[in-house]
């Protein structure tokens, strides 16, 4: 393929020797003429493993050469990736002058074009940032449709600097978003020699799964620190501790855990969070990430409440009480605060859950509940169809009942915290909590 790499730093010199390398004729694209000559005599612009034997060699063969006109590279090419940088402003809001100033140049370059055109981000963007920006600027400049004269697709970076040829050849997976079947198959088409998966998805999901996988590394070093900082001041080997933790390939180092939904309770999590910070804070030790998952949490089921609240119906049924499906375990279900939140806002609460009889819970588990909402014994229905007919809302809270999208009423608003519905299937007006 004919590919236009434009911006020469960390990504784009790495993008742009590696597909040369795998066979496309690649011209890179800087406005820094000294990177361009770098490449010019196949050196390396920056350090990195193995990346000046790449430019040499795709450089000898005639299939790498760079220019510092845009113009010039667009002519002789039938797609552009662009890896310029998108440093942070101070307030940390991405400044997005060089992707505005680079789709302006393609733009028009593509202005007196006949072929069609694609141009594909590897820059980090937020969200909606190609709807909002890089669509309307390369229409505003070629005076083109996107869609018709040229399409804009999404391709993340994942690479790691120190290691990025090798990341090139063995990505963890290639997402390619894009509104048109036909542009990301031509984007796949650039690493058709890489083992890789090619998944195609829309523009802003392949925007956000790069912050997303971002937030995600920071977090597990973050906690992999406060762990080991924790770990010293108790005499614990704390290598030891996570080679242990991450050995779990069932429950910590898997997709458990990780499917956004309603807040987590139970018997053990917040408690043993609550021990873990109140032992630091013996030690005189801050661990601000783990101290601040039970004030994310609480937000959680606030911010539930609220959404149900603010439908502005006095009638609401829960489905579930339980922390979980499957269990009648009631102590620290996030349910149940939510219930608690719900009847403080003077709402009428239902409640239905086939796992919990309170003939039958004692105990802890007993006197929780009790004392949490003192008069659940006249809440609770003794069937789902009870509930249903005497609630203007129904909240989903796990998939303890098997609930028919078909029973609710045409005026009836469900309330989905497990994504256990789709908006499609429902009668009713359809909330999905994070969806
Ligand atoms: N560095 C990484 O490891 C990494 C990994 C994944 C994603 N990313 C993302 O990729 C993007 C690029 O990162 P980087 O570290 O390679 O940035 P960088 O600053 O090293 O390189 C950007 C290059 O773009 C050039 N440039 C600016 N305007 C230009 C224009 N109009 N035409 C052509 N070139 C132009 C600059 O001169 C510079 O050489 C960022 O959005 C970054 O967040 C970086």
Known sequence: MRVAVFGLG????????????????????DTDAYKVQCITEGRSPIVERDLEDHIRRTREAGRLTATTYAEEAVAQTDIALLCVGTPGHHNGEPNLRFVERVCCQIGV???????????VVRSTVLPGTCERLVIPTLEGASGKQ?????????NP?????????????????????????????RVAQLYAGIPTECVQTDLRTAEMVKYASNAFHALKITFANEIGAWCKQEGVDSHVVMRLLTMDT??????????????????????????????????DLTLPMLESILVSNGLQIERTAELIAQLGKKRVGIVGLAFKAGTDDLRESAVVTLCAYLVGKGLTLRIYDPNVSLTAIYG???????REIPHIRELMCSSLQQLIDESEVVVLTNDS????????GDDQIVVDLARILSAEAVRGRYIGLYW
């Open 364 to 370: 802890s588990n007993r006197a929780y509940i009790e």
């Open 109 to 119: 370059a593509l202005a007196g074009r006949d072929e069609p055109y694609t141009v």
């Open 401 to 408: 009942v098997c609930v028919s999208p078909h029973v609710f």
């Open 157 to 185: 970076e994942f690479l790691r600097e120190g290691t990025a040829v090798y990341d090139f050849y063995h990505p963890p997976l290639t997402v390619i978003g894009s509104q048109s079947a036909e542009a990301a198959r």
């Open 10 to 29: 960390y990504v784009g010199a790495v993008t742009a020797a590696c597909l040369a390398a795998e066979g496309h004729d690649v011209i890179g694209v």
């Open 250 to 283: 069932k429950l910590n180092l898997s997709a458990a855990y990780l499917t956004p939904g309603f807040a987590f309770g139970g018997s053990c999590l917040p408690k043993d969070l609550r021990a873990l910070v109140s032992r630091a804070r013996q030690h």
């Open 146 to 154: 996107h869609g018709e004269g040229f399409h804009v697709c999404v």
